[in-house]
């Protein structure tokens, strides 16, 4: 038996066994004593694109942490995909160890921050629910690389982490409302560019989700309406789409709110007139 495993299996027999149990039976757990040596209990997760790249070298430096292979979840993944099923499998395996030995530092190991999360929001998330849950976050490299526990040092990343989510939040708000404005100075409703179409923009995401890259996906784009009508739309003004729409993804409060704002600011009257073709403001 791993080392790891037989301290689980320790732990598990020192909860469920109570003296005196009948035979068979499951026993009230007896309670921890404070006094009893913590140990560490690691899962790895490693995750790297599906296209060209290799998990070899995440998997030795796990293995280097003396995690074993069955404890260790890799997958090969886009970040782009919100939903990956090793990465909420370690979670899963790290919350069960933790409530099975809660005496026990359970720590969830990963090569490098890139690994868990895309953007500040998946980080955040993650930082809240390693918190809720006791568990303590490692990085074996990056700039980040060390130990961070949420209930000890640790949780100065996790107050950065949340701090930054605030910071893209707020970005994201005030961008919005400045879109919303200067459309409402030119007379125009708020909304994307017409140069990059919802319908443009929802056949870019399922291309992608299909391995297509954007090189290959924009010569089958053509721009509706405006003074590039029939023409495709640059490669950066695509880039530039998806990132707009991946922000607003991961915080649709942020852009909920600057739609209120907007609409409050319209109530009050406190929004310019919009502009008609010769300059004078247009009347309501």
Sequence with gaps: ???????????IAVRGAEPGAAAGGVGVPSPIDSDTPTADIRIGYARCSPLGQELDSQLDALASKNIPRDKIFAEK???????????EAALSAAREIKAHAPHCRVILTVYEMKRFGRD???LTALADHLSAHGLVLEMLAGPLAGMYDPSGHGRLLFAFFAAMAETERENIRESTLEGLDAAARK????????????????????RRALGETVEQIQPDLIIPTGKRKGQSPSVASIYRALAEHAKREAYPEAVEQAHADFATL??????????????APATR
């Design 77 to 87: 993944i886009s970040t782009r995909v919100r939903v990956r099923p090793a990465f």
């Design 187 to 206: 007379g125009k409703h708020g909304g994307r560019p017409p140069v990059i179409t919802e319908d443009m923009l929802h056949t870019v995401l399922r």
């Design 120 to 122: 500040t929001a998946e």
């Design 1 to 11: 038996m791993e080392p790891d495993s037989a301290l689980l299996s320790a732990a």
């Design 266 to 279: 319209h109530t009050d009257g406190a929004l310019p007139e919009p502009r008609t073709e010769a300059g």
